[in-house]
Antibody, heavy 123, light 108 residues
Framework: EVQLVESGGGLVQPGGSLRLSCAAS????????MSWVRQAPGKGLEWVSV????????NYADSVKGRFTISRDNSKNTLNLQMNSLRAEDTAVYYC????????????????WGQGTLVTVSS | EIVLTQSPGTLSLSPGERATLSCRAS???????LAWYQQKPGQSPRLLIY???SRATGIPDRFSGSGSGTDFTLTISRLEPEDFAVYYC?????????FGQGTKVEIK
């Protein structure tokens, strides 16, 4: 059974940093690109970042480029998101999401999502 | 960036009725790389449809998708009580992958 469990959310001041993690199990983690998708309170879904299965390719939404860094540790089946220079508009539930097909990158939907972790940026 | 516009914003229907949700793209979605997700309050999204018309694993056949180019439709043939939720379309044919703003299907 595929499981994705996010952690690391919390309250942080504007300008601060936070590191999110997503522990994956139930599939061959290194074969699948993984993404972070966020959802502001009461709002819709926004894709944030993607990383290829090997970790060699990454992409970011313009809204977070230069501030967020996605990474993965395939030996530990873990996906990470380092978030720096946080702003109030980064407040959201952050989900990790798995690509549907092995070997795909961005031309794939998300077939499994974690339960999400809430990040609140406020003074 | 491809902008997806969903309509209506809210759909008020009774159990047993048919629901028709629309998703219109600002430019053509390549290879019909269009997906639909369902999200219930307090839950993460669930993939329903991919490739515009293929049902994801375990999705009941009352859910169907259609369309191509810039116009796509999700149809729920007969609403069950568990189908009342928010539905999002997503294009994944070009980067960044973008979502529509959602359609809420509520009980009338």
């Amino acid at each position: 059974e595929v499981q994705l469990v996010e952690s690391g959310g919390g309250l942080v001041q504007p300008g601060g940093s936070l590191r999110l993690s997503c522990a994956a199990s139930g599939f061959t983690f290194s074969s699948y690109a993984m993404s972070w998708v966020r959802q502001a309170p009461g709002k819709g879904l926004e894709w944030v970042s993607v990383i290829s299965g090997s970790g060699g390719s990454t992409n970011y939404a313009d809204s977070v480029k230069g501030r967020f860094t996605i990474s993965r540790d395939n030996s530990k089946n873990t996906l990470n998101l380092q978030m720096n220079s946080l702003r109030a508009e980064d407040t959201a539930v952050y989900y990790c999401a798995k690509n549907m097909r092995s070997g795909s990158y961005y031309t794939d939907p998300f077939d499994f999502w974690g339960q999400g972790t809430l990040v609140t940026v406020s003074s | 960036e491809i902008v997806l516009t969903q309509s209506p914003g809210t759909l008020s229907l009774s159990p047993g009725e048919r629901a028709t949700l629309s998703c219109r793209a600002s430019q053509s979605v390549s290879s019909s790389y269009l997906a639909w997700y369902q999200q219930k309050p307090g839950q993460s999204p669930r993939l329903l449809i991919y490739g515009a018309s293929s049902r994801a694993t375990g999705i009941p056949d009352r859910f169907s998708g259609s369309g191509s180019g810039t116009d796509f439709t999700l149809t729920i043939s007969r609403l069950e009580p568990e189908d009342f939720a928010v539905y999002y379309c997503q294009q994944y044919g070009s980067s960044p992958r973008t979502f529509g703003q959602g359609t809420k299907v509520e009980i009338k």
